[in-house]
Every structure is written in C-alpha cells, then in structure tokens.
C-alpha cells in the first residue's frame, strides 16, 4: 500500500484558474519530489524539497511553485492555470542519505486545463 | 553527472515469451540501480533493486534484472511474459553525492500479445 496520497486524483479546470495540487506523505520522509508527465512519456523533475523551508526548482523550468511548511505535506500550485499545463503530476518522497533505496510514488493527479 | 539509457521505446513479445528490457549507466562510484513499472494513470511503482551483492536481482511479479558492472548495464527480464505485464517500465540510478537523488530512464513500453 502506498503510503503517499495525491489529491485530487483527477481535474478539469478552465484557463486563468488558481489551482493546488495536494500531496502528504505518512513515512516520515525527508525528501519529496514533483515530477510532470506527460502520458506514456519521460518524467520532468519540477520541483524538490530537502525538508521543511526548502524548496529547490528541477531540471524541467515550470510556471508552478511548492512550500514545504510541514515534513508530510508537499503541496504544488499554479497561480494561473493554462492548457500548456495539461499534463500528469507525480508526487514522490524519500528518505535521506545512505537509507535512500528509491522513491515512493503517489498515484498522480492528471489535470486538464480547457 | 549519472545518466541512465533505455534503448527501447518499446518492446513487443508474445505471452509465455522471455522479455527482456534494456538499461545501462553511468555514475561515479559505486551504483545503486532501480526499476519502477507504471499502469496507466498510475504513479511508478517499485519492483526491484540492485545495491550490492548477487548480479542476479529478483523483485515484484516475477521479474528479475541482472547487473552487469562491465556492460554497465541493469537489464529487466522475466522468463515468461503475461499480458498482464503490459506496461511502461522506468530504471534509474541514483547519485551517490550528497542528494542521493534518483535519475530515471526514458521509459521503454512493454507490449506482451496474447
């Protein structure tokens, strides 16, 4: 059972909209990752968090931003959304140094801006 | 930097068929690899690990993965494929400085025919 929840699973909102994706993770974890996806293709690291108050951008530049106020909850916001940000969105966490032995993965959320 | 390849965007194999799919890398130091599979609308899940030991690998659904420090490959198989198996499948590497962050593949689609 995956102990990383991402809400909501699926969203369709208009263009110019504010939205906020949701991730909280139960396992303690350190490190949390957002990844965008566009179906059946690679992943794009947008965002990372070491811990609480740090947030990093990856390697993939993106128009959302991230806080990171408490260990378990990682939530991803676009200000205005727009249909170039249809995409899937991954939420992952991990341990941090020598115990890292891979990422846990939410189930996502696909949004759909029309 | 590591780097990881997968040769393969997809792969085609008859149910009851051997099926391998490709890896290689590159890292410094020593390697911790991973494979991750992802069902459609799904978020990655693991399936197996490689961090030292036996070059022979066993994980999740009856798949395994050799690694191969010469070839500096990590390549997935299964002796014998179910349609079920159907997938995108994602391997990484994880960088073995200070941020253990994982680096993944491009994702190669299995495709196992009935």
């Known amino acids: 059972e995956a102990d990383i929840y991402q809400t909501p699973r699926y969203l369709v909102i208009g263009t110019g909209k504010k939205i906020t994706l949701e991730c909280s993770q139960t396992m303690g974890h350190d490190k949390m990752y957002w990844y965008q996806q566009d179906p059946g293709m690679e992943l794009h690291l947008i965002h990372y968090?070491?811990?609480?108050?740090?947030?990093e951008k990856g390697d993939l530049s993106s128009e959302s931003t991230v806080s990171r106020i408490r260990t378990e909850h990682f939530p991803l916001t676009l200000e205005s959304a727009r249909p170039s940000h249809t995409s899937q969105y991954l939420c992952?966490?991990?341990?941090?140094?020598?115990?890292?032995?891979?990422?846990?993965f939410g189930s996502g959320t696909r949004l759909t801006v029309v | 930097a590591q780097s990881v390849a997968q040769p393969e965007d997809q792969v085609n194999v008859a149910e009851g068929n051997p099926l391998t799919v490709k890896c290689t890398y590159s890292v410094s130091g020593n390697p911790y690899l991973f494979w991750y599979v992802q069902y459609p609308n799904r978020g990655l899940q693991f399936l197996l690990k490689?961090?030292?030991?036996?070059?022979l690998v066993k994980g999740s659904y009856g798949f395994e993965a050799e690694f191969n420090k010469s070839q500096t490959s990590f390549h997935l198989k299964k002796p014998s494929a179910l349609v079920s198996d159907s997938a995108l499948y994602f391997c990484a590497v994880r960088d073995n400085g200070a941020g253990n962050m994982l680096t993944f593949g491009g994702g190669t689609r299995l495709m196992v025919k009935p």
């Open positions: 968090s070491y811990g609480v108050n740090s947030t």
């Open positions: 490689y961090i030292t030991g036996d070059n």
């Open positions: 992952a966490s991990s341990e941090y140094g020598e115990n890292n032995y891979g990422y846990t």
